[in-house]
């Protein structure tokens, strides 16, 4: 058992673990991204797909145009940042921007919906897969007002147009991020629908 050597912990660097956890997430995000743009590219994918109907090239996510509000549901959690290493690593913010601003809005053009919410309420409702503790502000989100934006549901994304809430739940079955829409005035029946 000499082999074996006693590290105390005064001697882990966990500035370095944090560092490359992050990096780990960081590289997880991309590799998820680029394996849905490579998938789509994929000349034969429609009829892989048809055989194989569980796996798909899309990312899945999914808009429901409904009479007071527009819900968008992304699979998964919101990628994980630190704001204040954003201006460190540029070329990773933009790509997780330039993906999920241009699905979003591809998605809410596809569907056709002719709303525009004004004074606009979002709620962005996390549904977490465990009870690990999650900070609100480590996840990636200026995407979404972003993708509302280009998409035209909203005017543009001030405070004057624009009011939000987060909130999380647990679903240990299909974490998922949901963002509703709506124009604030309505927010008395909005949250009606939640009874």
Known sequence: MEYIRHIPVEAWNLVE????????LKNLELSKISLIKSLRQFRNWEDLSKETPKINNKSNIEVQDNEDYVKI???????????NHKLKDKNYYRQLNMF??????????????????KQAFVLIKQFFPDLKIRDFDNQFKSFIFNA???????????????????CGELDRITP????????????????????
């Open 148 to 166: 509302l934006r280009y998409s035209r549901l909203i005017p543009d994304d001030s405070w004057e147009n624009l009011t939000y809430m987060e």
């Open 176 to 195: 998922r991020t949901e963002i509703t829409i709506t124009n604030l005035h309505k927010l008395g029946d909005f949250f009606s629908i939640f009874d």
């Open 100 to 117: 999920y601003v241009g699905e979003i809005t591809r998605k809410i053009t596809e569907q056709d919906i002719s709303k525009e919410f």
């Open 17 to 24: 673990q944090d560092s490359q956890l992050e990096e780990s």
């Open 73 to 83: 549901i992304i699979p998964g959690i919101l990628p994980y940042v630190q704001l």
